[in-house]
């Protein structure tokens, strides 16, 4: 049950049965395709996983088709990135929980570097007969990395003012539009306070094919999902190099794909992040944006179209900077029951005693376990993780700060001091409640899309949220925003586990049947996310 502050009455948001019989809705509707909400659901519905849908799926990776995993500009110089960067010194399980509120910091061509390398930069190769994987410093579904980086800046140390788009298999810019663009984000926001002041405005967005290639329609969920470990990375080291940082989902779509020039039918603009602060706005947008009509090099020999996702972003696009001035801030709070079963509070040991590698280190040795030892971690490891990731993402949809969408639910199989079962983490309270105590390996293993992973691991955690409550509030969008904090608590989740010298991997899941488990009290929940937490059996061997 969500308490809804206002909004609905701002937004004329009912419920979807309710639209039917009304002339004015359904013009409003047509005119603010964000409002029609059956859109969200019938994708939602249709994207979700049961066993059924796995075995009766004739779905096959086609090898000689894979996609490329960059965006390749063949015509334009690259501008190579300064690859000697300074560690920040600021330890990770910091670098997590803190946010840096506007300080009248820039960065320079370094602090670029540094930003850009930690978030999507390649941290590993592995070569296999044939061929060479590069990964990155961010997990991402089936290592498809479908997310590309841009940003637009003014005048700054080292660079010129410009729209660049950032290739990481060269470590290098390359320069989209020459001049300062901010503007035109300025008025795709409705003047975002952040964005407003930010000398550096990065885009992210996903290109479908990528990963559609694996995970079929799926994949728009997993925009959100990858985008947000992206993101969890970029706050961090934002955080580490003293540089306020926002991330802004409220924009008009249309005019960031044309500042872009995106071909839309293959990639859309997802989410964009302010970074830095300062106090002159940049000058006013351009009055003619021109195409800019750049070779790309073809992902794939041909790519698949999956309409169900070009439909729902169409769906959930907001299109004039009015709708988007509606649409911001205000996050529904959600009531929680309180708790009826045994409480057990968090006990996170003294900031002095937990690890204090840099942020930098742990990015660079995270990966994600490919099997964990079925060993206990200890109650205070736990305890820390929780406490770190959820003390609140900058963000224009989680308003006032440390608002959220999503809530977490455990299985706890191995934690020094807690029995195993099923729990429900009361944020507020700082506490971990027992649904129901018992040994649920097989199921969580089971929940986990039948991998051995979410079995072995110490703890489940998902993140479950009232996709209703969110929608009424959001509209379409607020499914991208969902799955984008989710995302982001994911890689939290995960870099705070390198920190402690513990595994993580993120998962898929049964969708319906992770909502079933954790019912009675998450009864009319969607299941969003799913992160396992544990002691890497790999790390034992060594
Ligand atoms: C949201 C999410 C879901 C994932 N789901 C699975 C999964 O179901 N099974 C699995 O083995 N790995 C899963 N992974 C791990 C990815 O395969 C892994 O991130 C990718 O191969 C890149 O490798 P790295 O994380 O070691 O850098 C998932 C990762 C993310 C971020």
């Given at each position: 049950?969500?308490?809804?502050?206002?909004?609905?009455?701002?937004?004329?948001?009912?419920?979807?049965?309710?639209?039917?019989?009304?002339?004015?809705?359904?013009?409003?509707?047509?005119?603010?395709?964000?409002?029609?909400?059956?859109?969200?659901?019938?994708?939602?519905?249709?994207?979700?996983?049961?066993?059924?849908?796995?075995?009766?799926?004739?779905?096959?990776?086609?090898?000689?088709?894979?996609?490329?995993?960059?965006?390749?500009?063949?015509?334009?110089?690259?501008?190579?990135?300064?690859?000697?960067?300074?560690?920040?010194?600021?330890?990770?399980?910091?670098?997590?929980?803190?946010?840096?509120?506007?300080?009248?910091?820039?960065?320079?061509?370094?602090?670029?570097?540094?930003?850009?390398?930690?978030?999507?930069?390649?941290?590993?190769?592995?070569?296999?007969?044939?061929?060479?994987?590069?990964?990155?410093?961010?997990?991402?579904?089936?290592?498809?990395?479908?997310?590309?980086?841009?940003?637009?800046?003014?005048?700054?140390?080292?660079?010129?003012?410009?729209?660049?788009?950032?290739?990481?298999?060269?470590?290098?810019?390359?320069?989209?539009?020459?001049?300062?663009?901010?503007?035109?984000?300025?008025?795709?926001?409705?003047?975002?306070?952040?964005?407003?002041?930010?000398?550096?405005?990065?885009?992210?967005?996903?290109?479908?094919?990528?990963?559609?290639?694996?995970?079929?329609?799926?994949?728009?969920?997993?925009?959100?999902?990858?985008?947000?470990?992206?993101?969890?990375?970029?706050?961090?080291?934002?955080?580490?190099?003293?540089?306020?940082?926002?991330?802004?989902?409220?924009?008009?779509?249309?005019?960031?794909?044309?500042?872009?020039?995106?071909?839309?039918?293959?990639?859309?603009?997802?989410?964009?992040?302010?970074?830095?602060?300062?106090?002159?706005?940049?000058?006013?947008?351009?009055?003619?944006?021109?195409?800019?009509?750049?070779?790309?090099?073809?992902?794939?020999?041909?790519?698949?179209?999956?309409?169900?996702?070009?439909?729902?972003?169409?769906?959930?696009?907001?299109?004039?900077?009015?709708?988007?001035?509606?649409?911001?801030?205000?996050?529904?709070?959600?009531?929680?029951?309180?708790?009826?079963?045994?409480?057990?509070?968090?006990?996170?040991?003294?900031?002095?005693?937990?690890?204090?590698?840099?942020?930098?280190?742990?990015?660079?040795?995270?990966?994600?376990?490919?099997?964990?030892?079925?060993?206990?971690?200890?109650?205070?490891?736990?305890?820390?993780?929780?406490?770190?990731?959820?003390?609140?993402?900058?963000?224009?949809?989680?308003?006032?700060?440390?608002?959220?969408?999503?809530?977490?639910?455990?299985?706890?199989?191995?934690?020094?001091?807690?029995?195993?079962?099923?729990?429900?983490?009361?944020?507020?309270?700082?506490?971990?409640?027992?649904?129901?105590?018992?040994?649920?390996?097989?199921?969580?293993?089971?929940?986990?899309?039948?991998?051995?992973?979410?079995?072995?691991?110490?703890?489940?955690?998902?993140?479950?949220?009232?996709?209703?409550?969110?929608?009424?509030?959001?509209?379409?969008?607020?499914?991208?925003?969902?799955?984008?904090?989710?995302?982001?608590?994911?890689?939290?989740?995960?870099?705070?586990?390198?920190?402690?010298?513990?595994?993580?991997?993120?998962?898929?899941?049964?969708?319906?049947?992770?909502?079933?488990?954790?019912?009675?009290?998450?009864?009319?929940?969607?299941?969003?996310f799913l992160v396992a937490l544990g002691k890497s059996a790999k790390r034992r061997?060594?």
């Amino acid at each position: 049950m969500w308490f809804n502050s206002a909004s609905l009455d701002s937004l004329r948001l009912v419920r979807p049965n309710s639209f039917s019989g009304s002339p004015v809705l359904r013009s409003t509707m047509t005119t603010m395709p964000n409002l029609d909400l059956q859109a969200a659901w019938t994708y939602h519905n249709a994207t979700k996983h049961s066993a059924l849908s796995i075995r009766t799926n004739p779905h096959f990776l086609d090898w000689a088709n894979q996609p490329l995993s960059f965006n390749i500009y063949p015509k334009l110089e690259p501008l190579t990135l300064p690859r000697e960067v300074r560690e920040s010194g600021v330890a990770a399980l910091s670098a997590i929980a803190e946010t840096i509120h506007p300080n009248n910091a820039v960065p320079d061509l370094n602090s670029i570097s540094q930003l850009l390398y930690f978030s999507a930069g390649i941290t590993r190769r592995r070569t296999y007969p044939g061929s060479q994987l590069y990964f990155r410093a961010a997990a991402c579904t089936g290592a498809l990395y479908e997310i590309e980086l841009y940003f637009t800046c003014g005048s700054l140390a080292g660079l010129e003012a410009g729209l660049y788009h950032f290739a990481p298999a060269d470590f290098g810019l390359r320069r989209l539009r020459t001049g300062d663009h901010r503007g035109v984000l300025v008025e795709a926001t409705a003047a975002e306070p952040s964005i407003a002041h930010a000398p550096l405005i990065v885009i992210c967005t996903g290109t479908y094919w990528r990963n559609a290639w694996k995970y079929q329609a799926r994949t728009y969920r997993h925009f959100g999902w990858d985008n947000g470990t992206l993101l969890a990375n970029l706050l961090a080291m934002s955080t580490a190099l003293d540089l306020p940082a926002k991330i802004v989902c409220g924009f008009v779509d249309a005019e960031v794909n044309r500042l872009l020039d995106l071909d839309t039918q293959r990639e859309v603009g997802f989410s964009l992040v302010a970074i830095g602060h300062v106090a002159e706005p940049p000058p006013s947008a351009p009055t003619e944006i021109p195409p800019l009509r750049l070779e790309t090099v073809p992902l794939s020999r041909k790519e698949v179209d999956y309409p169900a996702m070009r439909e729902f972003h169409a769906a959930s696009s907001l299109l004039s900077p009015e709708e988007v001035a509606a649409w911001r801030g205000e996050t529904p709070i959600a009531i929680i029951k309180g708790p009826a079963g045994k409480v057990v509070p968090l006990e996170p040991p003294e900031p002095a005693e937990v690890p204090h590698d840099p942020i930098e280190r742990v990015i660079l040795r995270r990966g994600s376990t490919r099997q964990f030892a079925r060993e206990p971690i200890t109650f205070a490891q736990l305890s820390t993780l929780l406490d770190r990731t959820i003390r609140g993402v900058p963000a224009d949809f989680l308003d006032p700060f440390g608002a959220r969408l999503n809530q977490l639910y455990l299985i706890v199989h191995a934690v020094e001091g807690l029995c195993p079962g099923a729990y429900f983490f009361h944020r507020e309270r700082r506490a971990l409640e027992l649904l129901k105590e018992g040994d649920f390996r097989s199921q969580a293993g089971y929940l986990g899309l039948e991998q051995d992973l979410p079995a072995d691991a110490s703890v489940a955690v998902f993140l479950l949220a009232d996709l209703q409550a969110i929608l009424e509030r959001f509209g379409n969008r607020g499914y991208r925003s969902v799955q984008l904090e989710a995302g982001v608590i994911g890689g939290k989740l995960y870099l705070g586990a390198y920190a402690l010298h513990l595994g993580a991997t993120g998962l898929t899941f049964y969708d319906d049947e992770v909502v079933r488990f954790f019912s009675p009290h998450a009864a009319g929940k969607s299941t969003i996310f799913l992160v396992a937490l544990g002691k890497s059996a790999k790390r034992r061997a060594g």
